[in-house]
């Protein structure tokens, strides 16, 4: 079976995030005035073959604590689709 994994990638809340505060000081400088607390991540999108949703959610896992997310630093979410 066919499955796409969609993986958020993010800044663990308790740590600075240096981009999403110079995004935000921009868009202040922009008129923007009512946006604040921006944060900057990555997102990711994966296919994967496996015998069941259940088998791709396990490599999905694997792959995002082993590579994708640093856990001292980040924090993950995904969700998996059937292609």
Known sequence: ??????IDVMPLKELLDPQGKAVEQSLEKLNFDNINDVRIGKHITIKISADSKEAAQ???EEACKK???????EGFRYEIFQD
């Open 58 to 60: 396990v490599k999905i």
């Open 1 to 6: 079976m066919k499955f796409r994994a969609e």
């Open 67 to 73: 590579l994708l997310a640093n856990p001292i630093m």
